[in-house]
């Protein structure tokens, strides 16, 4: 029966209880959106570029890899399957803390180790506070000055990660400059927003999203000389899981000692301070979409959201451990999806059909060989457009959760000392500036003054 027909205007989309979660399977609960699928099934190509970081962290063989990538792709599926309306993705900011610490440990099982108690750990960590319901309360305490501070932070993070000398944007500058614009004015303009709303081929053209972007990143490459042709490949993905399991996870190395869950406590907590501002993005962002959309009642639990990617961190623990994490939003095609359901209820039923046909479009995009092999020579054009529009939307979001000047002032050392010193040096300088300069009004929500 197809639920999602029956859908009653301005109440939530159709869905089965299920304790804490609302279970949605496609095309009973919600649309199928094919738009959202096939832009899913070419940025594919950003999950596989996690492919290098794992190679170089762990000596990984790329068949491994790619096993790690593919089962993270299935428990991308859980987010909208048990009600989180989200697009979810890396905890990408965090990934240069991440590296860090694990680099402290020699190649081969030390470093496995602790990749496994790190994960765990930060799993535990949001579990913990999803099933006593503190994650929502962590969300409403937490002063908007720090809040502002913690997105602004990272959205500088990822445009630098871009940028930095030998960086993506150096060995691909005239390809990311093509691509990100156009990204850019297809999904930012207000002038090519005026062109959906007068023509039928500009309005089916936006709603493609930036799958046409990645189509054209795999032609202008090559002719710019800074990508190889594609060599097309038939059949379906090999990941060797045998491998995987036998050098990478407990079931070959066998579980960490304590003490590696111990060092790797302080790692933990800064990733899940980074990770925090992800939680808030996706908070702010679909409020924003809520007020547009009055037909379609959208609720985002932070709680619910920290025991799904929470248990999926645990899982990737033991049977896959990512250097990627797994955190609560991709938000370069969480806001894409958005910026489309924006545009009503022709353009996207439900936001659970494009969050759930993007990821089943992403996991069908890793199974094929032919689109693994074609979009494998701009995996790095591909990261840095996902990166750059992730950077674009922190700032506009991060500067919109200050309430006044002060707070915009703390929110920017913040930022500063986020992306300098890590994540854990930001929270502490956030909590400093805010107490000297509102004192006992630390949590008090400060009147907005621009």
Same mark, same amino acid.
């Given at each position: 029966?197809?639920?999602?027909?029956?859908?009653?205007?301005?109440?939530?989309?159709?869905?089965?209880?299920?304790?804490?979660?609302?279970?949605?399977?496609?095309?009973?609960?919600?649309?199928?959106?094919?738009?959202?699928?096939?832009?899913?099934?070419?940025?594919?190509?950003?999950?596989?570029?996690?492919?290098?970081?794992?190679?170089?962290?762990?000596?990984?063989?790329?068949?491994?890899?790619?096993?790690?990538?593919?089962?993270?792709?299935?428990?991308?599926?859980?987010?909208?399957?048990?009600?989180?309306?989200?697009?979810?993705?890396?905890?990408?900011?965090?990934?240069?803390?991440?590296?860090?610490?694990?680099?402290?440990?020699?190649?081969?099982?030390?470093?496995?180790?602790?990749?496994?108690?790190?994960?765990?750990?930060?799993?535990?960590?949001?579990?913990?506070?999803?099933?006593?319901?503190?994650?929502?309360?962590?969300?409403?305490?937490?002063?908007?000055?720090?809040?502002?501070?913690?997105?602004?932070?990272?959205?500088?993070?990822?445009?630098?990660?871009?940028?930095?000398?030998?960086?993506?944007?150096?060995?691909?500058?005239?390809?990311?400059?093509?691509?990100?614009?156009?990204?850019?004015?297809?999904?930012?303009?207000?002038?090519?927003?005026?062109?959906?709303?007068?023509?039928?081929?500009?309005?089916?053209?936006?709603?493609?999203?930036?799958?046409?972007?990645?189509?054209?990143?795999?032609?202008?490459?090559?002719?710019?000389?800074?990508?190889?042709?594609?060599?097309?490949?038939?059949?379906?993905?090999?990941?060797?899981?045998?491998?995987?399991?036998?050098?990478?996870?407990?079931?070959?190395?066998?579980?960490?000692?304590?003490?590696?869950?111990?060092?790797?406590?302080?790692?933990?907590?800064?990733?899940?301070?980074?990770?925090?501002?992800?939680?808030?993005?996706?908070?702010?962002?679909?409020?924003?979409?809520?007020?547009?959309?009055?037909?379609?009642?959208?609720?985002?639990?932070?709680?619910?959201?920290?025991?799904?990617?929470?248990?999926?961190?645990?899982?990737?623990?033991?049977?896959?451990?990512?250097?990627?994490?797994?955190?609560?939003?991709?938000?370069?095609?969480?806001?894409?999806?958005?910026?489309?359901?924006?545009?009503?209820?022709?353009?996207?039923?439900?936001?659970?059909?494009?969050?759930?046909?993007?990821?089943?479009?992403?996991?069908?995009? &890793?199974?094929?060989?032919? %689109?693994?092999?074609? !979009?494998?020579? $701009?995996? #790095?054009? +591909?990261? /840095?457009?996902?990166?750059? *529009?992730?950077?674009?939307?922190?700032?506009?979001?991060?500067?919109?959760?200050?309430?006044?000047?002060?707070? &915009?002032?703390?929110?920017? %050392?913040?930022?500063? !000392?986020?992306? $300098?010193? #890590?994540? +854990?040096? /930001?929270?502490?300088?956030? *909590?400093?500036?805010?107490?000297?300069?509102?004192?006992?009004?630390?949590?008090?929500?400060?009147?907005?003054?621009?």
């Amino acid at each position: 029966m197809n639920r999602w027909k029956n859908h009653v205007y301005g109440a939530e989309a159709p869905y089965t209880p299920l304790g804490p979660f609302k279970l949605r399977l496609p095309f009973v609960h919600y649309r199928f959106e094919l738009p959202d699928y096939f832009q899913g099934l070419l940025m594919c190509a950003v999950d596989l570029a996690a492919i290098p970081l794992m190679v170089d962290l762990l000596g990984m063989p790329f068949e491994a890899a790619i096993a790690i990538v593919m089962l993270n792709g299935l428990l991308y599926l859980t987010h909208h399957l048990l009600g989180d309306p989200v697009v979810p993705g890396w905890i990408t900011p965090a990934i240069p803390l991440l590296i860090a610490y694990v680099e402290i440990f020699p190649m081969g099982p030390d470093r496995v180790h602790a990749l496994i108690s790190f994960q765990m750990t930060l799993g535990l960590l949001a579990v913990l506070l999803g099933s006593t319901r503190l994650a929502s309360k962590v969300v409403q305490i937490i002063p908007q000055a720090i809040k502002s501070g913690i997105i602004l932070g990272a959205g500088i993070a990822a445009i630098m990660v871009v940028f930095k000398e030998g960086g993506r944007f150096d060995m691909y500058p005239l390809s990311i400059s093509i691509a990100v614009g156009l990204a850019f004015y297809l999904i930012f303009s207000k002038h090519f927003a005026k062109l959906t709303k007068s023509s039928k081929f500009w309005r089916n053209l936006g709603n493609l999203g930036i799958f046409p972007i990645v189509i054209l990143a795999v032609i202008i490459a090559p002719l710019l000389r800074e990508a190889p042709w594609p060599t097309i490949e038939w059949g379906i993905t090999n990941p060797n899981f045998g491998l995987m399991f036998s050098d990478y996870t407990i079931f070959g190395v066998g579980f960490p000692p304590l003490e590696m869950f111990l060092t790797s406590i302080p790692t933990a907590f800064a990733a899940y301070i980074v990770l925090f501002g992800d939680v808030l993005q996706s908070k702010a962002i679909l409020e924003e979409a809520d007020e547009i959309r009055a037909d379609e009642k959208i609720d985002y639990n932070a709680n619910r959201a920290h025991l799904i990617f929470g248990g999926r961190n645990m899982l990737m623990s033991l049977f896959g451990p990512d250097i990627t994490m797994s955190g609560p939003l991709w938000s370069a095609m969480h806001i894409v999806i958005v910026e489309r359901y924006k545009q009503g209820k022709k353009s996207m039923d439900s936001i659970f059909g494009g969050s759930g046909s993007f990821r089943w479009g992403t996991n069908t995009g &890793l199974l094929f060989l032919p %689109v693994v092999s074609l !979009v494998k020579p $701009i995996l #790095g054009i +591909a990261l /840095a457009l996902t990166l750059l *529009i992730q950077g674009f939307v922190s700032f506009r979001i991060g500067v919109m959760e200050a309430r006044s000047k002060k707070d &915009l002032g703390i929110a920017g %050392v913040i930022a500063g !000392v986020l992306v $300098i010193k #890590g994540a +854990a040096w /930001a929270f502490v300088t956030g *909590i400093l500036l805010t107490f000297l300069i509102y004192g006992f009004k630390f949590f008090k929500e400060q009147e907005k003054d621009f």
